[in-house]
């Protein structure tokens, strides 16, 4: 994993310089496409809307196609932040054009496209060479009646990111092996180790995690069912297991065990910069973003632990819209980039998890290291949280407006407010939210 690092800051900067472009309503497609995507003298034009680092750009695979297939030509949009992303694709889907052939998927996003879009996307049921994907994934975007909208790209199993010297510094065990022990097979273990933190750190302040809403988060994907049940009934406000993560999440808050950082909104980067947190609950897809926003001053500072129990957070698929002119080639070229050999470089390279069963078995997976990490045995780490996956995640239709919600709620309890105040605000903006 030695160009971890420098592929990782080239792999930004592409964001940053793309982000400009991901709301723009079509390119290089002519009048009678709603896509962008057209064939014209022997050429084929593919258009693809992504988000984030999902590694298909980052990583040269995109350019690796077109070298492999010289009569096609892909033109990537990407947009920093999923959000503003997916908003943007509602409009387009809503208004038939402005679309892109390839569509990135969040899979907080992914029951609402299969309940209320599945007209729009194609079908990938029964394509040759999709079979080797972890079973419940492919679930997640299939409807009801067997179509397949979209092909995995990675899954986000759960481990715990931790500066080795701050636990130094609070008499903490810095070995990732005693770290996981710490916790082991409890979350409230993990609160609890921040109490010691808080109490026995040397040193300036720092917090023991970023945020509440990531330990939230970490707690609620670990069970089956968490703001709807099977029926696709709400079940938020009574399920057990989102109560839990709340009280505990608001014990952290409460307890100024927290930075206060909502990841991924502002001040979290520059936390990391600084080194004004000891840990965050970390998916396999945000290493990358750590040792990116973290830098080069903080490298091998950063190790990986087992978290206290499995859970998976986050994941991607690639859909391709029906109406594309290019809709079999648009296809093809997603066979391809979620085919077991793309997904295992794209981890070996960045770090996403391969929701490819096939892609996990295999030595550049189970093998790789992160030099950045202290040369974790990421592999293994994320390998075994994978298996710990509940085999059934049941997806409701605004999972990922309820998730941000709740993310919302907690922040208000790090600002002050009760709890029990955040959490009435909290479920009335999620009553509003979802009609």
């Avoid at 420098?6 to 472009?21: F, P, W």
């Avoid at 295999?362 to 075994?384: C, L, R, W």
Wanted: contains cysteine.
């Amino acid at each position: 994993m030695g160009t971890y690092g420098s592929l990782r800051r080239k792999a930004v900067a592409t964001v940053a310089a793309a982000g400009a472009l991901a709301l723009v309503a079509a390119c290089g497609g002519g009048d009678d496409s709603v896509t962008g995507g057209g064939k014209k003298d022997g050429k084929v034009t593919i258009t693809m809307g992504l988000y984030g680092v999902m590694g298909l750009k980052e990583t040269g695979l995109l350019e690796q196609y077109e070298k492999e297939n010289p009569n096609v030509d892909i033109k990537a949009d990407i947009a920093g932040d999923e959000q503003t992303y997916y908003t943007a694709l509602q409009t387009h889907l809503a208004a038939g054009n402005g679309l892109k052939d390839i569509q990135g998927i969040e899979i907080g996003r992914a029951k609402e496209i299969t309940e209320t879009q599945a007209d729009k996307f194609a079908d990938f049921a029964g394509m040759a060479g999709t079979d080797h994907f972890l079973p419940w994934k492919q679930s997640q975007i299939s409807t009801a009646d067997g179509k397949v909208l979209g092909l995995g790209t990675d899954i986000g199993p759960m481990a715990v990111c931790y500066r080795k010297d701050y636990f130094e510094q609070a008499g903490l065990p810095t070995d990732r092996e005693e770290v996981g022990k710490l916790w082991e097979g409890d979350w409230s273990k993990y609160v609890e180790t921040g109490r010691t933190f808080k109490k026995d750190f040397k040193g300036d302040k720092v917090a023991f995690t970023d945020s509440a809403s990531g330990l939230f988060n970490a707690m609620v994907y670990g069970y089956p069912e968490q703001y709807y049940d099977e029926k696709g009934e709400l079940i938020y406000d009574k399920n057990p297991a989102v109560k839990d993560a709340w009280a505990l999440s608001a014990d952290a808050a409460e307890e100024g065990l927290t930075a206060k950082l909502r990841q991924f909104q502002p001040g979290w980067d520059p936390g990391l910069a600084n080194g004004t947190f000891a840990t965050a609950v970390c998916p396999a897809w945000m290493l990358s973003h750590i040792s990116e926003k973290a830098g080069e001053a903080n490298k091998g500072k950063w190790d990986v632990a087992r978290a206290p129990k499995g859970a998976n957070w986050g994941g991607s698929f690639l859909g391709v819209i029906e109406q594309s002119p290019v809709k079999e080639e648009a296809k093809k070229l997603v066979a391809w980039l979620t085919a077991p050999e793309q997904q295992a470089h794209i981890f070996k390279e960045i770090g996403n998890i391969p929701s490819s069963e096939k892609a996990l078995q295999t030595d550049d997976v189970k093998n790789a290291t992160s030099e950045y990490f202290d040369n974790a045995p990421i592999g293994q780490i994320f390998g075994a949280a994978a298996q710990e996956i509940p085999d059934k995640q049941v997806l409701g239709r605004k999972d990922g407006t309820i998730k941000d919600t709740f993310s919302q709620g907690l922040a208000l309890v790090e600002q002050g407010t009760k709890r029990d105040k955040a959490w009435e605000t909290t479920t009335e903006r999620i009553e509003k939210a979802v009609g």
